[in-house]
C-alpha cells in the first residue's frame, strides 16, 4: 500500500541532506496548451510519480509536504493539461506532493470552497502535509521559480494572469491558486461552505485572513506570470447574488462557517497514476 513505501523511504531519507530553499536551474517556461496529450503519455514522462499522484525529491529531503487540492467537474481535458505541466513543474521544483482532485456529484450547484475544504480533510488523513495548495484546474503558471511552497503568510500564486493582463484587476483578488501551512489554513477555519455557484468564496477567505491577523504574500508580478485555460462559464456553476451579503458577514461567520461545520459523504476514493481523485456528496445549495 501506499504506507508501506512511505515508510521505506522515510528510512532512506535520513540520509539526505535538506533541499534547498531555491532549487537550482528555474526559469520561464513556454506555456503553449496542448490538448492532445495522452495520459499514457503524461505517465511516461513522468516515471517517478507513485500511485494516486504522488511525488517527492530522490536526492535531498523536502522541507515541506504539500498537498495540492483541485476542485473539479467536468473538465478532462484541462485536468489532462495540468498534470501535464504541472507534473514536471513541480518534480523541478523538488516538492514532496500529492495532487488531489476533488469532483463534485453532479446535479449539484458548484461549490469550489466546500470542495478544497473537503480535499484538505481527506489529504490530512491520506499523509502529514503540512502545506495546502488549492488550485484552480485550469492556470498553469509560466515561471519555475513561482515556487509552490507555503510561507509565513498565506500565499497568492495567481497573481498576474494572462486573463487579467497579468496585472491585478484588484488589489485584494485571492482567487487561482493559494497557500496555506496546516496552522494558517485552521486558523482561519478553511474556507467557507456556503458559496454555492461561481465567485465570491476566495473574496471570503481574504477576509478571513485579514480578520485572523495574517497577511497576504505575493511572488513577484515578473516571475508569477500564469496562463488560464479560457473556457466557457460551466453550467451549474452559476452566479447566485448572493456572494456580496455573505461577504459582508464574513467575520461573523468566521468561526462557524468552515471546517468546524464541515459536513460531506465521500462516494468514492480513486487512485490514478497521476492524481487521487475524491468524489464526494456536499449537498446542494441548502
Ligand atoms: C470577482 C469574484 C471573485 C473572482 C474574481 C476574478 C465576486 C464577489 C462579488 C461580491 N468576486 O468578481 O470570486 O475570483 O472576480 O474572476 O464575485
Known sequence: SKYENEKVSTDQNYKLAECPEMPPDLGPLDIRFVYNTSILKIISQNPNIQHGGRSRPQHCMAQQKIAIIIPFRNRKSHLRTWLYYMHPFLQRQQ???????????????????????VGYAIASKDYDYNC???????????????????????????????????????????GGVVAFTKEQFIKVNGFSNVFWGWGGEDDELFQRVVAVGLKVDRPDQTIARSRMISHQRDPGNERNGKSFSLINKAYERLHKDGLSSLKYTVIGITNHKLYTKVTVDIGNGE
Open 95 to 117: 516538492a514532496d506532493y500529492g495532487v488531489y482532485v476533488v469532483e463534485q456529484i453532479e446535479d449539484t450547484l458548484f461549490n469550489r470552497a466546500k470542495l478544497m475544504n
Open 132 to 174: 495546502f495548495i488549492f488550485s484552480d484546474v485550469d492556470i498553469i503558471p509560466m515561471d519555475g521559480r513561482n515556487l509552490y511552497r507555503c510561507s509565513k503568510n498565506p500565499r497568492h500564486m495567481a497573481n498576474s494572469v494572462d486573463k487579467f493582463n497579468f496585472k491585478l484587476p484588484y488589489s485584494d483578488i485571492f
